[in-house]
């Protein structure tokens, strides 16, 4: 419905009376956001739990497993919180049984979890084929099926074989047909009973924060283009490994196929400036927009960053853009390679608009915006990720105003709290209850197509910088205990109770409140004479002095 192919500095104004800020007539008004939706998803709602490999396998160089790029990075002191590392993490290497006990309490109907590539083939190639690896994904892909929980997959988040990081991991263009062949692996493997893929989590995350800002591994700090470079080519192994599910296994094994992208939602300062409007529009551009827009519209990046890159490196006296370019050819194969739409969300931010400076480069400073705090946010256990729920309806709104209503999973949503706090969170409680409701208004009051919720996570795990400090989980790990025992928090019970009621039906102490009065039932209204005005006297009397008259005529006929 929404045009956005114009050349130029993007003046998108129509778009943000459905999405952006409190309008008068926006379905989302201010009022909506404090009002509890009552209510259910349709029958089939895909409700779910996600891991991901390094986060809780464990096991790092069991059973022939290769390193990966979050072994080297988390074995160098320094690096993680309290020098954590995922040598054991939850240690579901060899707790499968464990892992499912919790999924089958819950009822989920869907497990999201990623394998882990260098498990699979140790040094990232066909030929270091690890049958062990493959034996692990098997048994739990086959418990998952025996009790009817759909597996979805994700390819890789993350924990990349070091052996392709030793030749530039993703900022090599050959890794597009190395990450084609271990999908094709995988598909030919897993795919008789996976049916539903993403290849990457959170492209952006892997660009940026592991290229740009260098906080994660491969820990580059080259903010000016090499994360350009790795999400141009981590665009074009996504479209290989969808055309390769296409061409090879779609007819036989009617999967789909996706990626996960990552997307904070951004309010603009004052949505009567447009200028403010377009600052937090080209926020989300530049954040989900980069791998979005190539995939669900055009093949191509959005016209916000070909433009703020064109001219930031114009300016810069670069010869041309730090954004690379497709070629129509590229287009056309990139265009259209995902099935549904996947985004993980858990913050709101704010934005307004700065003009930055040129020097240092910086994909940063490219954007031409100041991120701050929304005000009526709540803090959580890492810092970043404040919660404003509402920012939830409104993300899925815009997602499907700009991609065209497709259909979406939510494959991860969550909050954290210390790991110190075992079984009694209330604020997860409070979470669920609130982001999943402004989840049900998006899909009940505003027709988006959401088709599943994936909480994140299953249990706490490693969380990457912060390490076993916070923890994301339903349920809490002891990672102090050899055994690692997990026991179910507030929240696991309170999402239990999500699933089963399908969302937030009218509680039944409500239900008194709403109804009818009976047959018959006499409606009226009442005056005092006292009270109503002289004017309104005065028209009655003469009314009934003319009505008199008339009468007295009427009589003398
Ligand atoms: C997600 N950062 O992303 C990941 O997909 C999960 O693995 C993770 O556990 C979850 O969020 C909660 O943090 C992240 O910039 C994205 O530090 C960005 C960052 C961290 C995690």
């Given at each position: 419905?929404?045009?956005l192919?114009?050349?130029?500095?993007?003046?998108?104004?129509?778009?943000?009376?459905?999405?952006?800020?409190d309008?008068k007539?926006?379905?989302?008004?201010?009022?909506?956001?404090?009002?509890?939706?009552?209510?259910?998803?349709?029958?089939?709602?895909?409700w779910?739990?996600?891991?991901?490999?390094?986060?809780?396998?464990?096991?790092?160089?069991?059973?022939?497993?290769?390193?990966?790029?979050?072994?080297?990075?988390?074995?160098?002191?320094?690096?993680?919180?309290?020098?954590?590392?995922?040598?054991?993490?939850?240690?579901?290497?060899?707790k499968?049984?464990?892992?499912?006990?919790?999924?089958?309490?819950?009822?989920?109907?869907?497990?999201?979890?990623?394998?882990?590539?260098?498990?699979?083939?140790?040094?990232?190639?066909?030929?270091?084929?690890?049958?062990k690896?493959?034996?692990?994904?098997?048994?739990?892909?086959?418990?998952?099926?025996?009790?009817?929980?759909?597996?979805?997959?994700?390819?890789?988040?993350?924990?990349?074989?070091q052996?392709?990081?030793?030749?530039?991991?993703?900022?090599?263009?050959?890794?597009?047909?190395?990450?084609?062949?271990?999908?094709?692996?995988?598909?030919?493997?897993?795919?008789?009973?996976?049916?539903?893929?993403?290849?990457?989590?959170?492209?952006?995350?892997?660009?940026?924060?592991?290229?740009?800002?260098?906080?994660?591994?491969?820990?580059?700090?080259?903010?000016?283009?090499?994360?350009?470079?790795?999400?141009?080519?981590?665009?074009?192994?996504?479209?290989?490994?969808?055309?390769?599910?296409?061409?090879?296994y779609?007819?036989?094994?009617?999967?789909?196929?996706?990626?996960?992208?990552?997307?904070?939602?951004?309010?603009?300062?004052?949505?009567?400036?447009?200028?403010?409007?377009d600052?937090?529009?080209?926020?989300?551009?530049?954040?989900?927009?980069?791998?979005?827009?190539?995939?669900?519209?055009?093949?191509?990046?959005?016209?916000?960053?070909?433009?703020?890159?064109?001219?930031?490196?114009?300016?810069q006296?670069?010869?041309?853009?730090?954004?690379?370019?497709?070629?129509?050819?590229?287009?056309?194969?990139?265009?259209?390679?995902?099935?549904?739409?996947?985004?993980?969300?858990?913050?709101?931010?704010?934005v307004?608009?700065?003009?930055?400076?040129?020097?240092?480069?910086?994909?940063?400073?490219?954007?031409?915006?100041?991120?701050?705090?929304?005000?009526?946010?709540?803090?959580?256990?890492?810092?970043?990720?404040?919660?404003?729920?509402w920012?939830?309806?409104?993300?899925?709104?815009?997602i499907?105003?700009?991609?065209?209503?497709?259909?979406i999973?939510?494959?991860?949503?969550?909050?954290?709290?210390?790991?110190?706090?075992?079984?009694d969170?209330?604020?997860?409680?409070?979470?669920?209850?609130?982001?999943?409701?402004?989840?049900?208004?998006a899909?009940?009051?505003?027709?988006?197509?959401?088709?599943?919720?994936?909480?994140?996570?299953?249990?706490?795990?490693?969380?990457?910088?912060?390490?076993?400090?916070?923890g994301?989980?339903?349920?809490?790990?002891?990672?102090?205990?050899?055994?690692?025992?997990?026991?179910?928090k507030?929240?696991?019970h309170?999402?239990?109770?999500?699933?089963?009621?399908?969302?937030?039906?009218?509680?039944?102490?409500?239900?008194?409140?709403?109804?009818?009065?009976?047959?018959?039932?006499?409606?009226s209204?009442?005056?005092?004479?006292?009270?109503?005005?002289?004017?309104?006297?005065?028209?009655?009397?003469?009314?009934?002095?003319?009505?008199?008259?008339?009468?007295?005529?009427?009589?003398?006929?």
């Amino acid at each position: 419905r929404l045009i956005l192919t114009q050349v130029g500095p993007p003046q998108h104004q129509a778009k943000y009376n459905l999405c952006h800020g409190d309008f008068k007539f926006s379905p989302q008004s201010k009022f909506q956001k404090k009002l509890y939706h009552y209510g259910t998803f349709p029958v089939g709602f895909q409700w779910g739990v996600s891991t991901s490999a390094y986060q809780i396998e464990g096991g790092w160089n069991a059973d022939g497993k290769g390193s990966s790029t979050w072994d080297t990075f988390t074995h160098k002191p320094g690096m993680i919180q309290n020098n954590d590392n995922g040598d054991v993490a939850c240690d579901s290497y060899n707790k499968i049984e464990e892992d499912l006990y919790m999924l089958r309490a819950l009822k989920v109907k869907t497990y999201r979890f990623s394998l882990s590539w260098p498990r699979i083939f140790p040094n990232g190639y066909r030929a270091s084929l690890n049958k062990k690896g493959v034996d692990y994904y098997n048994r739990l892909i086959d418990r998952l099926i025996r009790y009817n929980i759909t597996p979805m997959v994700t390819l890789h988040h993350w924990d990349l074989p070091q052996a392709l990081q030793d030749i530039n991991g993703w900022d090599n263009i050959t890794m597009i047909d190395i990450f084609n062949d271990y999908c094709d692996f995988c598909y030919e493997t897993f795919g008789d009973r996976v049916k539903f893929w993403m290849t990457f989590n959170q492209p952006h995350t892997i660009a940026w924060v592991g290229y740009g800002l260098g906080a994660f591994p491969p820990n580059i700090k080259k903010p000016a283009d090499a994360p350009y470079r790795v999400a141009h080519n981590l665009l074009k192994a996504h479209a290989s490994a969808y055309h390769t599910y296409d061409d090879k296994y779609r007819k036989t094994q009617h999967g789909l196929v996706s990626i996960s992208l990552n997307a904070d939602w951004v309010e603009p300062l004052d949505v009567n400036i447009p200028r403010e409007v377009d600052a937090a529009d080209r926020a989300l551009q530049f954040q989900l927009g980069w791998f979005a827009h190539p995939i669900f519209k055009n093949g191509d990046y959005p016209d916000a960053m070909k433009w703020q890159v064109g001219n930031k490196s114009e300016l810069q006296g670069l010869s041309e853009s730090r954004l690379p370019s497709f070629t129509e050819g590229e287009k056309a194969y990139i265009q259209g390679t995902a099935d549904v739409f996947c985004i993980n969300a858990y913050t709101t931010r704010r934005v307004h608009h700065v003009t930055s400076r040129l020097s240092p480069k910086s994909y940063e400073f490219d954007q031409d915006i100041a991120i701050k705090d929304v005000e009526d946010s709540q803090e959580t256990a890492v810092k970043e990720l404040r919660t404003a729920a509402w920012g939830l309806r409104r993300l899925l709104n815009w997602i499907k105003e700009e991609y065209g209503n497709p259909e979406i999973y939510i494959t991860e949503n969550g909050v954290s709290t210390n790991t110190a706090t075992t079984d009694d969170d209330t604020y997860r409680i409070f979470f669920l209850k609130t982001y999943i409701d402004e989840a049900l208004k998006a899909h009940n009051l505003d027709g988006v197509q959401l088709k599943g919720y994936t909480a994140w996570s299953l249990m706490d795990a490693f969380e990457w910088l912060n390490g076993y400090s916070v923890g994301f989980g339903l349920h809490h790990v002891d990672f102090k205990h050899p055994d690692r025992p997990r026991t179910p928090k507030r929240s696991a019970h309170y999402y239990y109770d999500i699933i089963r009621d399908n969302g937030f039906p009218l509680p039944e102490e409500e239900k008194p409140l709403y109804g009818n009065f009976c047959e018959g039932f006499a409606w009226s209204v009442a005056t005092a004479s006292y009270q109503v005005n002289k004017i309104f006297i005065i028209v009655c009397i003469v009314g009934i002095r003319i009505s008199a008259e008339i009468l007295t005529f009427l009589c003398s006929l």
